[in-house]
């Protein structure tokens, strides 16, 4: 595998924003495609633009068998994809835009090696913010995960409603999620487990990074998985979901 080569290919897809290459799918491994995402966003950096954080994917064990994956996957978040609560976008702008509700974790203190725990990670985390990651379907990547996560993970965008602290005994069953679009409800969430915990992937992509000689700097936002499921972006959608104890956050599409 030419790793060059494959870099300068989804480099040149992302900066048309057109879908991805459909030759490549297929022909690389995990690793691979973390080393061309990664080279991706050392192109995006050289550039002007700043690396605001990361974002988990996968967190839940039945989606991660559903995508034939054994661990969470990890993408990049760029400052300028950053919004707050209340963000319009142009749906025309966007390729078959989705959205996760997730809250959004800021770290205070260096994390990085293998051996970080779920205790060290609580221990970094200075704010929590209900958010919403906005995602792009821009590729057929059924059956290849690596290839998607050349593409960043669908990572678009992110919106983070107003910061708080994460209280000191708090778990995931301690959080609920009401998501309404268009002010109608159509989910309502409680967190657990079985949806994956944040800190734990805030721990998991400290050791994955390492694995590239990267790490958590302090400041860094991390997008820490989907409390439900993704749900598509029609034109005109308003979309809210407020998570208890945390507070709402909300996004427009016209």
Not at 26 to 55: C, F, H, N, P, S
Not at 76 to 100: C, K, N, Q, V
Not at 114 to 134: K, M, N, S, W
Request: glycine letters at 10%.
């Amino acid at each position: 595998m030419d790793i060059e080569a494959l870099v300068e290919s989804i480099w040149q897809h992302t900066l048309r924003r057109s879908y991805f290459p459909a030759e490549w799918k297929g022909r690389m491994t995990i690793e691979q495609a973390y080393r061309v995402q990664l080279a991706i966003l050392d192109r995006w950096v050289a550039r002007g633009e700043r690396l605001a954080g990361w974002k988990v994917g996968l967190t839940a064990p039945v989606i991660q068998k559903q995508f034939g994956m054994h661990e969470p996957v990890m993408g990049f978040l760029l400052e300028s994809g950053h919004r707050d609560s209340g963000a319009g976008f142009r749906h025309g702008e966007l390729i078959e835009p989705g959205y996760e509700n997730e809250l959004c974790l800021t770290v205070g203190a260096r994390l990085e090696g293998a051996d970080v725990t779920r205790a060290q990670a609580r221990g970094a985390i200075t704010a929590v913010q209900p958010a919403f990651e906005i995602i792009e379907g821009r590729g057929d990547f059924r059956g290849d995960p690596s290839l998607a996560l050349t593409d960043n993970a669908q990572q678009k965008a992110f919106v983070t409603g107003a910061a708080s602290p994460l209280p000191a005994a708090w778990e995931p069953a301690s959080t609920t999620v009401e998501v309404l679009i268009n002010g109608r409800q159509v989910d309502h969430a409680v967190g657990s487990e079985e949806t994956g915990h944040p800190l734990d992937a805030v721990a998991w992509l400290a050791k994955k990074l390492a694995e590239f000689g990267r790490r958590i700097e302090p400041g860094h936002r991390i997008m820490s998985g989907s409390f439900t499921r993704q749900y598509p972006l029609a034109r005109g959608d308003r979309i809210e979901t407020r998570f208890t104890p945390f507070g709402v956050v909300r996004a427009s599409f016209d």
